[in-house]
């Protein structure tokens, strides 16, 4: 199966478990109608059960899931199969974030499995050593965040940014970068895509804020910008 | 939140990660049907990202999911929050099955935060030391399968059904037992529930049948027998 | 095989992995000694590999491994067999510490385990309805540790204290009862067993002081005054 | 930390959970004789318990452990400390097992710890795919066992044996590699070794013999023969 294309510069809305149901589906409206308007490929990520709604009632959005298992059809009681997830209209899937640990074993797997069913991976890693390791599976998209920023809206420092970009790009070129620690403000969101990579995204600085739907608004205004500079 | 009543002697389809999508939702309108002929409970278990759509599709079945998390709204990427699930119509969850074992901690969470919400809880026990652990937790059903038995279509025997029986009734008389190991034929159905336990249900017996629609009629057929000879 | 007898008030030093090798058989000579001249019964927990050296040089302490695994002779590599332990001259186990949960299963079979072979339990549980649960599989102690003061220095409060003591000895009575969160002073050593506890200790209150010889006599003095009223 | 320097072929031991105190220093004393009547180098696996002293009762082996974690001096309850191993005179880890895995942060943290302290790590992958993922970490030795034969008494293929050392070679040409599954006649060690391995070794095949000095000499004199052609 086709993956489908991830154009950068590109955005995820990571509501994480902060959002679900009704309120999910509303900002991912939101999100869907910016990445119609201005051209930017957006990443949102869902809990599973809200996958096939959201899907359903958005046109443009990279529906994503958190997380999903390397399982095969049959037994497996309770893990997520790849195979119900891309029916459900699935486009992505994060694996191995820090809150989310995966053995060698099941990370190996469950790349192989949704690169099968054309699900594009986004696979994290918390240091550079990691780093390396992981981009030998050949992931769709490289999440590279010190495990110490995570949640705490402070950004990685541009060296580090740079010094993790590099080293993903010299053992695959072709893997995308997401920059996304500690992004709550517009100017994250530039010193991310300023780092050189490919993506930036953001959880708790969007559906914490009082107006997410005005933050996100500006972030991918800022997005977009960059994108027609490049 | 209120839960929903499950009325003794009730049938659990529990398709693991064998089926999904329409071929799910083909079988969960049968025992829909089913439901409503003969007035048993059935509890249907899903993917999570089928839960929803089933959910819609049906009216009679407690829909069930194989797994959740006892995390609150807020961090926990890729783990399955108990709101989420609610919201999307799912009356019950399984946990701690021996393919998806939790940690003591992360049993109890779940059971608790289940609780909270009004998600029926069915908890899997694999030992009669074990089963007695988990049933001070207070789950709404206990689930008791020598680990060993799962999938291959063998049977706990008659004594072990009544042995857990009876060890999970003297903690607590309220809790619910489901005897569903290796259950296959009609005649499994009847010593299940004749070992005195409140319902019984299958996987591969059923989805890896010929004519899974067929058995899972006859199935039903001998729980409404022994729901009204009751 | 018997159990070693463990007497109330007892007292555990728990360096954790604060030491190892040569300075955990220092403390643990001065908590021998200690053992002998105020007839107080100490837990000293070891590093694995440290284990046979300490139980050789020593004569009084419990030696007591900080995990086990409730594997069985065979297979299980890299696996903490209980028959080594056991072999190893180790009296006692912790099971279940909130920094090494364990699945229902693997606890309920590393109690059974330890058991067998005469090695006393000490399990570990982080709230109320979790130490109800583990109180069922008859360990020969329990720990009543709110997770979030683990390591504070903070103790828990003695309402707290006395609620798990009462809520324990309702399940059963023979039970003993360890309450240690965030013990650093002689004042803590004092409230922990007049809250009814049957036992009390120490980690980074002991091995993290300018003097751990110094402030461990001074607990272990308080202890023995304490034995001599009761 | 110098770590010791493991020249090829060399055997590996690896009692698992199969032997432990008294025997398994019986079993290391003879592979301990023949190290030094062949000149052949022989890692033997330990019981952590059991480290120290059969590192003080024999001069030739490489007392290695059979897991380890990558955790600092601190908390850390219940798990292996490196530095502790160290200091019990262990000179080499097994880590990621098909029995015990690791996630990729635990596994990339413990390798540098190992490393850190002179530790040799011998890394488990179970597929071509983990097995490059794995060597991006420069472990010091690779074992590449399809996880299906462990136990078995089968070898892998000389093809399967062939295309993993290759593939590692590419990766690192510097990374050991030993090719272990199955082993259990002298036949296999040979085939291994000639397959271009640096190392080979057994578990069941040895332990679980009628005479397992008998068939450990025998392999070690196939080992030795080897080295001598090459």
Redesign the interface.
Known sequence: MQKRTLRAPFFVV?P???L???KALALAKVADQLAADFDVDILFTV???????IKNETAHLFIT???LDG???????????P???A??G?TAT?L?????????????TAV?RADELGILTIVC???L??A??????NPDVMVCEP?EL??TGQTSDISYMEETNQAIRM?NPTIKILQAAGISTVADVEKALLSGADGTGG?SGIVCADDPAAILTDMIHKVAEIKKEA
Chains 1, 2, 3, 4 share one sequence.
């Not at 809990?47 to 709604?53: E, H, I, P, S, T």
């Not at 191995?96 to 190996?108: D, G, I, Y």
Request: proline share 2%.
């Open positions: 990571n994480k478990a902060y679900y149901g009704e809990q599973q059960v809200d996958a096939a709604r899931v958190q997380h399982i095969q059809i049959g037994r497996g009681m309770g893990y997520i199969l195979e119900a997830v029916e459900a699935v994060f191995n974030h820090a809150e989310h640990p995966m053995t060698v074993s099941e990370l190996t192989q890693a918390d240091s050593t990691e390396k390791a992981v981009a030998s599976l495990t995570i949640g053992i959880t």
